[in-house]
């Protein structure tokens, strides 16, 4: 899907996603990514959302976000409290939502002016199945 950033000041926004990749500012990311309106987009979680630790989170709240946008891939999914637990001692709202609306989310959020950061894992395409009796 392509995005259009129109009248948005921020400088770093997505400005399209699909299956196996972000792209921020035209350029593509094929792994997790972070990003935040006012700061280059970094690595994150590119080893994918099971993977993710506690100090993948304690790094997004080192950077003192108003909100996190968490995309968790494909799938909506919910990370343990545990995991959380950085931006819940700072006071540091988030959602967690698939990566896909995750980058809609934080588009209008950032259009809006707020503080956002986007925590975005980034799945490889899912490859079709074979199907039983071909080749």
Not at 75 to 97: C, S
Not at 99 to 116: D, F, H, M, S
Request: with cysteine.
């Amino acid at each position: 899907m392509k995005f259009q950033a129109e009248d948005n000041a921020a400088a770093y926004t997505v400005s399209a996603h699909g299956p196996g990749f972000v792209e921020i500012n035209r350029v593509r990311f094929e792994a997790g990514v972070c990003v935040a309106s006012d700061v280059a987009p970094e690595p994150w979680g590119e080893r994918g959302f099971a993977a993710l630790t506690e100090q993948d989170f304690a790094r997004l709240a080192e950077r003192e976000p108003e909100v996190v946008i968490v995309g968790t891939g494909a799938t909506q999914r919910f990370a343990p409290p545990a995991l959380l637990r950085a931006l819940i001692q700072r006071g540091i709202g988030f959602e967690v939502m698939n990566t896909a609306a995750a980058c809609r989310t934080y588009n209008i959020l950032v259009g809006e002016g707020r503080r956002a950061l986007a925590a975005l894992v980034v799945e490889p395409p899912r490859r079709p199945e074979p199907q039983a009796g071909s080749g």
